[in-house]
């Protein structure tokens, strides 16, 4: 298997590779904490992904975005379906909020932020007291191990490496309540659910594990800590015990090796960490080392000054410039456009990727199979709402493997969303109901149907599975088949092969 650090310093060459963020801002049933201002609801979604541009878009623009501040309210497109139909269950993958930078730069000072939660400092929630005291009350919770010895809140006023900040509570506070109020009308998850019917899930890392509770709070405020149980899952690629891939860790050093040769190649980028190297008094191989990218994203995204050194008698010293920021952001702009035309990376997304998409599958199939046997309500209901917190390592990769190759690098608190969908059973009598153009409805009674939304923009009919799928034609959902078809068999066929067991231990060609 891959390890860890090979994959994240993967994505350090390649992370936050932000495609154009457009504020999205229209009116929710709440306010947002800081009074965002919305705008009236627009015909037409908005879209994620980028308007053919002109010009070389902005980096520091796109960064701006991946901070994800909350500071305005947002638009939620999940739960919106077809008349009658009905929400069978949701699936969440989230990446983790805010966190303080992995890696510091040397001879400068480390980013003074607080790690502490207090609502009298922004940015805050209405739900931010509440939610520190039910964190003191996880005990009564089931935790598998790590799990138990990890800190349910960030507690540090000097923030410690990788700790979640309070905006990353903040943000998938939000993001919980922004689900609450798009799914309350559709009943999915009955106000007394049973253990079963919630399945949570992260990694061992503290921004992840208090992200996902953040997220769930806002989700189901004031939960029933004996009913829930949090998962460990051990790798950042939640492939449980199907993580053995060696095909898949070809692909990986392959990509590696081409974002090598492409950064090399760029005389821009090679001069500016000369002189950033120069200004600091650090040799050029130290400071591409220490991964500036990391902690001047920290600086842009909380609003502080960039790092200085002190002058010397070498005359070295001086501050790093948003100019040189700049510079770094636009290569991996340049990267990102190369990583779509080699397609390396989708090979590894794919092999990276299937033993979650598999269990999700398998998971809304049990669903639909409970639902029609009417088993909900006799054993306590399958498992409707799952939560996996995670990394921009898990989430990048299964945007990737579900063909949404254009979509926005996931930001601070990303989330995608799987809901199942069934359409209404007719009755004699009833008759079939027409679509929007006269024409009858080819949707047969009881037939089940995916949706996916990428930071509450329905992406469904761009991904691979959906994107020739004609929901003009009297079906205006996509048949979950389609996403059967492709995650046990058509997925493969990216990397010439039938099945995972076949794609992983064949040599990459």
């Known amino acids: 298997m891959v390890s860890p650090v ?38 037409s979604r908005k879209r ?40 069978l269950s949701v699936q969440v993958m ?52 790590p799990l138990g010895s990890v800190p349910r809140l960030p507690s540090h006023s000097a923030c410690e490496m990788g700790e979640l900040t309070q905006t990353g509570v903040v943000q998938h506070l939000r993001n919980g309540q922004l689900l609450l109020h798009a799914y309350k009308h559709h009943n999915f998850l009955p106000p007394g659910w049973s253990p079963r019917q919630v399945w949570v899930e ?70 500016t960490y000369a002189d950033m190297a120069r200004i600091l008094g650090l040799p050029t191989r130290q400071l591409r080392a220490a991964n500036p990218i990391d902690s001047l994203l920290c600086h842009l995204c909380h609003d502080l000054s960039f790092p200085c050194a002190p002058v010397g008698d070498s005359g070295t010293g001086g501050c790093l410039t948003m100019a040189q920021f700049a510079v770094i952001r636009r290569q991996q702009l340049d990267d990102e456009a190369d990583r779509r035309r080699a397609g390396l990376y989708r090979k590894y997304a794919i092999l990276a990727m299937y033993p979650y998409l598999n269990r999700t599958a398998t998971k809304m199939e049990r669903v639909a199979k409970g639902n029609e046997a009417g088993r909900q309500s006799r054993v306590g209901g399958e498992e409707v709402f799952t939560l996996s917190s995670a990394h921009d390592v898990t989430v990048a990769p299964l945007l990737s493997a579900l063909g949404l190759e254009e979509a926005r690098f996931p930001r601070f608190a990303a989330r995608i969303v799987f809901e199942l969908w069934k359409s209404p059973v007719v009755t004699q009598g009833q008759g079939k109901k027409r679509s929007g153009k006269g024409e009858k409805s080819k949707t047969k009674d009881g037939e089940l149907f995916i949706r996916v939304l990428y930071n509450g923009e329905d992406v469904t009919f761009h991904t691979t599975f959906c994107r020739s799928h004609d929901r003009h034609a009297g079906q205006p959902l996509c048949p979950l088949k389609n996403f059967l078809s492709f995650v046990r068999r058509d997925m493969f066929s990216v990397v010439n092969a039938t099945s995972y067991k076949e794609a992983c231990y064949r040599r990459p060609g």
Not at 56 to 72: L, Q, W
Not at 98 to 118: A, G, Q, V
Request: charged letters at 20%.
């Open 6 to 43: 090979a994959v994240h310093l993967l994505f350090f060459l390649i992370s936050v590779n932000l495609m154009p963020a457009t504020p999205i801002d229209v009116q929710q049933p709440f306010q947002a904490s800081e009074g965002g201002v919305g705008v009236p609801q627009g015909k």
């Open 48 to 87: 994620v992904f980028p308007v053919p541009h002109t010009q070389e878009p902005d980096p520091i623009s796109e960064a701006y975005g991946y901070c994800n501040t909350p500071n305005r309210t947002e638009q939620a497109w999940e739960g919106h379906s077809p008349a009658d139909y009905k929400l």
């Open 94 to 145: 989230i990446r983790h909020g805010d966190r303080y930078p992995l890696y510091s730069i040397p001879k400068t000072k480390r980013p003074t932020i607080d790690c502490t939660l207090s609502s009298s400092r922004k940015p805050s929630h209405p739900l931010l007291n509440s939610f520190i005291s039910h964190m003191g009350q996880g005990a009564r919770g089931h935790w598998e191990s």
């Open 202 to 271: 992260t990694t061992g890392k503290s921004r992840t594990l208090q992200s996902g509770l953040a997220f769930l709070y806002g989700f189901l405020p004031n939960f029933d800590w004996t009913k829930l149980t949090v998962r460990h899952q051990w790798s950042t690629l939640f492939c449980g015990s199907a993580c053995d891939c060696p095909a898949r860790n070809k692909y990986l050093e392959e990509e590696q090796r081409r974002q090598y040769r492409l950064r090399v190649a760029d005389t821009e980028l090679e001069r």
